[in-house]
């Protein structure tokens, strides 16, 4: 029985200090894109307070009686950018608000050669019809911030380094949560969580960074699966995923078309497709996008994403106005549904409480990166020779079959982790053959 239980306690011991080789490389290679990663994921989540401030002379009008047709709104806003595409209409959902009219890239100009959007916004007065202003798409914050959050405004190209951040700062997650979760039992949880106590400095350094990153483990880990679902790489495995078992979001079909009327009566115009969409969708602010051709379909989709239970996608025959497609809430799979509620928490869409949580994990993280930092340094041997924590003597066959699985399934659903799982694993074996050439090196 001891000698199980001495076999037990070893195993646990060789994976501990695996957990901790992995927790430290990540950190230590990882740790600027972390920061960086929170500090954008910051200047993203006080998108409302900033743009009421930059943006509040766009988005805001004083209300008064009577509203202009939309066709009206939309030509006016068609006549400051005529060599543009149109590409989809905001209609003014509140008293106050202005119609936002989408247009696509100017084709007559040379087209970004950093892959960020080319698109611009106008804004009309409801009331009158009359321009309000225009901004290129990428003057508008929350597109700026979010294109600087996730791609640092290199384009869609650069988007893998907040994905590799995402990808090992989970992997940072779990391997500290397995380290610190305590032996002994759910009683001694409360126990292991303080911020003040004896012991030298690297003890109190390590008590902040362990009580930090288990308060906030739960949140955090929402954070970075949502945006991960939504990242370039992993993003398409998810949605892959979500299609093979049957979760993915409604959509209407991509041939669907509008029946040409054999009494030849005119397309809807711009206000009664809104009015049929109106009738027919849930009461919040939508996107109304235009058929293309004769025998395309007017499309509405909400266009407000902070309150999931009024998601919702329509496709209305473009002459008569019913629904050829719709879809909402009631519809949705359950992964559709996560993803619909998840994402809007990630971008701190529910209001301030949401924007709070989010600053305080983005914070949390930037402090989790000081400490792990300060901790290795004060770690450091008289060598000079990087604070690694060294492989136990079984090496990685202390790891166990399952959590090779899940390392494996890790990989699979996110390329980006892989290929850099890949170089780490060449840096392991590097590592052992400088250790058997150099004693000094502690790998």
Not at 327 to 333: F, R, V
Request: with cysteine; charged share 15%; proline share 7%.
């Amino acid at each position: 029985m001891t000698s199980v239980s001495h076999t037990s306690t070893t195993a646990r011991a060789a994976l501990h200090r695996i957990f901790w080789r992995l927790h430290f490389w990540a950190g230590l290679i990882t740790a600027p894109l972390v920061i960086v990663a929170a500090l954008t994921g910051l200047l993203y989540v006080v998108t409302p307070q900033v743009e009421a401030l930059r943006h509040g002379h766009l988005d805001h009008v004083a209300p008064t009686a009577g509203l202009q047709p939309l066709e009206a709104q939309v030509a006016a806003a068609q006549a400051t950018e005529a060599s543009r595409p149109l590409r989809f209409v905001v209609p003014a959902h509140r008293p106050g608000d202005t119609t936002q009219v989408h247009f696509g890239a100017d084709p007559a100009v040379v087209a970004r050669t950093d892959g960020l959007p080319a698109g611009r916004i106008v804004y009309v007065n409801p009331h009158t019809a009359e321009v309000v202003g225009a901004l290129d798409e990428m003057q508008r914050y929350r597109h700026w911030a979010r294109k600087l959050h996730a791609s640092l405004l290199q384009g869609e190209g650069w988007r893998w380094l907040i994905e590799l951040a995402a990808s090992w700062l989970l992997v940072m997650l779990l391997t500290g949560l397995a380290m610190w979760w305590p032996r002994s039992g759910l009683r001694a949880l409360g126990a292991s969580l303080r911020l003040r106590g004896p012991g030298p400095e690297r003890l109190q350094w390590r008590r902040w960074h362990t009580t930090g990153g288990v308060l906030m483990s739960t949140v955090l880990a929402v954070i970075l699966v949502t945006g991960l679902t939504w990242s370039a790489h992993t993003g398409e495995r998810f949605r892959a995923a979500q299609q093979a078992l049957g979760q993915s979001a409604l959509r209407p079909p991509a041939d669907l078309s509008s029946a040409l009327p054999a009494d030849g009566r005119a397309p809807l115009t711009w206000q009664a497709a809104w009015d049929a969409a109106r009738s027919q969708a849930p009461d919040i602010a939508m996107m109304l996008t235009p058929p293309r051709g004769p025998e395309g379909v007017w499309r509405a989709e909400n266009f407000d994403r902070s309150q999931p239970t009024r998601r919702f996608v329509l496709a209305l025959d473009a002459y008569r106005g019913h629904a050829l497609f719709a879809a909402g809430w009631d519809d949705m799979p359950l992964m559709a549904r996560a993803t619909a509620v998840g994402i809007p928490f990630h971008r701190g869409e529910f209001g301030l409480w949401n924007q709070a949580v989010l600053i305080l994990v983005a914070l949390g993280c930037v402090g989790a990166v000081v400490s792990g930092l300060r901790m290795a340094w004060l770690r450091r041997p008289a060598s000079g020779w990087l604070p690694i924590p060294t492989m136990p003597a079984s090496g990685w066959r202390a790891v166990p079959v399952g959590l090779w699985l899940l390392m494996a399934a890790l990989a699979w659903a996110q390329p980006v982790f892989a290929w850099s799982l890949l170089v780490y694993g060449m840096a392991e074996g590097l590592m052992v053959l400088l250790r058997r050439r150099s004693p000094r090196v502690t790998a």
